[in-house]
């Protein structure tokens, strides 16, 4: 049972760059969301969606985008990377049954991402 | 603003010893309160979590006390472990919120 599986582990862009961070989980899990960590900030939701074809913003969306085609997949799109956007990035998913006190969320090991 | 506050950043605890982490958090309608643990290069995973309806919880060596009128909630860990140094997230959602507000972390370790 994989779980949540984020790549890449690692990536470093140069300022103005693109890339795509991806995410795939295999618990049928409705929920997935997209954290990004900080040191001293922990952890800040930058979107999430509740099911295919529908996404949100978090706490600070500005610069990302994402996309849910599938139950499986919730990509993160970095489209003009900024210094800013150094960090850890760490995609979550959790069922949407018995309340959140029967369904914890379920982290992947992030990707560290440096933006030069 | 950060919604649940959490201190220490840091401790340093020595084998055996008891290490406190303390949140406090403003929303009343807050009613689920876990506690996740990360250990370096790994993803923060649940270590325990408590409902307000109950003042304390306790699973094993850990141990969450929860005080509704203070809106206050802590993690105790007992007899502490060098393989219990990690670092630690008090959370908080409502009842109907799928979206965790986490604090800022405490750096927990534990010296032989």
């Known amino acids: 049972n994989a779980g949540v599986t984020q790549t890449p582990k690692f990536r470093i862009l140069k300022i103005g760059q693109s890339m795509t961070l991806q995410c795939t989980q295999d618990m049928n899990h409705n929920y997935m969301y997209w954290y990004r960590q900080d040191p001293g900030m922990g952890l800040k939701l930058i979107y999430y969606?509740?099911?295919?074809?529908?996404?949100d913003k978090g706490e600070v969306p500005n610069g990302y985008n994402v996309s849910r085609s599938t139950t499986e997949d919730f990509p993160l799109r970095l489209e003009l990377a900024a210094p800013s956007q150094t960090s850890v990035y760490f995609c979550a998913s959790r069922t949407s049954s018995g309340g959140p006190y029967n369904s914890p969320l379920h982290f992947g090991n992030g990707t560290r991402l440096t933006v030069t | 603003q950060q919604q649940v506050k959490q201190s220490p950043q840091s401790l340093i605890v020595q084998k055996g010893g008891i290490s406190i982490i303390n949140c406090a958090y403003e929303n009343t309608a807050f009613d689920y309160f876990p506690w996740y643990q990360q250990f370096p290069g790994k993803g923060p995973a649940l270590l325990i979590a408590?409902?307000?309806?109950?003042s304390e919880k306790k699973e094993g060596r850990f141990t969450i006390s929860f005080n509704k009128s203070a809106k206050q909630f802590s993690l105790h860990i007992m007899d502490s472990q060098p393989g219990d140094s990690a670092t630690y997230f008090c959370a908080a959602s409502t009842a109907n919120d799928y979206k965790l507000s986490f604090g800022a972390g405490t750096t927990v370790t534990v010296r032989a």
């Open positions: 408590i409902r307000p309806d109950v």
């Open positions: 969606s509740v099911g295919a074809g529908i996404t």
